[in-house]
C-alpha cells in the first residue's frame, strides 16, 4: 500500500470485475469509491496490509472467507472470523487491520439514495452502530442473511442484466430481516397489544419522515405531537422508546448531519450553512456542532477538504460520526 501525505492516501485493493484500481482518501475522507455509472463495489480481497482510519458515505460490509480481520470501528475493535459478517454504518470512522494472509468480501452500497422510502430513518435506526453477525446471536436469521449474501457476491461477479436490482433488492432483504429482528430483540412497547404496536410504528414513522423533511424549519416537541395524534407526554415516551434519544436530540442530530454535507462545499459561508439547516444564530451552531462532533465547523471544513494538517489530526477519530 502506498501511504502518502495526511491528505492523500491510495489504498490499493485487489482489482476484480472493476473500472478503478485504487481508493483515495482526502484528509481521513474516502471519495469517488464507486465505479463510473454505479452505486455498488465488491472487492475479492486478498491484500494483507492495514487500511488507515477513514470514513465514507457508503454503507461497508466485510465477510472474511480465509483467516480473520479486524475491524476497529470509533476505537472499538471486532475479530471478525471467517463465516462473520460486519456491517459498518455510513460516515463511520473505521480501521481495517490485516493478519497478512487470507481473502474476503469488502461490499460497499450506496443507501442515501433511498432515503426517501418510508420508514428509512426507522430502519436505519436499527442500524446506526456496527453490527457483527454471527452464527451463534444470530441464529435464527443466520443462515437466511448468509444466503442472501451469496447471492448478492454470485451477480456482482456474474454481472448479468439488471445485476444491481437484484443486487439492491437482496441488500433491501438482509437490512428489513436485520431490522426486524433488532426490534423483537428490545421488545418495543410490550405492554401493548400487537395491532397497538402497529399503530404506534405507523404514527412514529410519519412523525419521524416529517422532522427528515422540515428539520431547517422552526420544528417543536408540539408541532410533532400533534402531527403524530399522541399527547406531548405520550408522544415523548414513544419516541424516545423507539428512537433511543428524544425528539430534540433526534432533530438536532438531523441538523448536524445536514451540515456535514454542506460543510464539503466551498461555496457557502458556515453562517450560510446554519441557517440553512435550521440554527437560529451561528453561535448556536457552533456550540452545538463542536459539542457533538468535537470539533468546529471550520476545523470539520479543513479536515474534509485536506487542509488540516498534522497537528489537527486527534479530531479525525471524533468526526463524521
Known sequence: MSKGSDSNVTLDYYQQNTDY????LEGNNEKSIFPKDSSIRIWY???GYDYPSHWHNALEIIAPIENHYDVEIEGEMHHVKPG????IPPRKSHYLHSPGS???????????????????????N????????TPEFYAPIYNEILNLFSQIWNEYFQKTEFYEFSI????FQIMTILSRYQLNKINLFT????????EYFEKLNTVIDYIDENYAYDITLENAASYSGFSKFHFSRLFKEYMGCTFYDYLINQRIKATEVLLTRDDLSITDIALQSGFSSISTFNRTFKLKKGCTPGEYRSLFSGGLGKEKGDVSAKVAK
Not at 484500481?21 to 483515495?24: D, E, G, L, N
Not at 436499527?126 to 453477525?133: E, G, P, Q, S, T
Not at 439492491?168 to 441488500?171: A, I, N, T, V
Request: glycine share 6%; aromatic share 12%.
Open 191 to 198: 405492554e401493548s397489544t400487537p395491532v397497538k404496536r402497529r
Open 126 to 133: 436499527m442500524l446506526k452502530d456496527c453490527i457483527h453477525i
Open 102 to 124: 487470507g481473502s474476503r468480501y469488502v461490499c460497499l452500497f450506496d443507501i442515501d439514495f433511498f432515503s426517501s422510502v418510508r420508514g428509512y430513518s426507522g430502519l436505519m
Open 45 to 47: 480481497n486478498e491484500q
Open 168 to 171: 439492491y433488492s437482496h441488500l
Open 84 to 87: 462473520e459478517i460486519i456491517f
Open 21 to 24: 484500481s485504487s481508493r483515495v
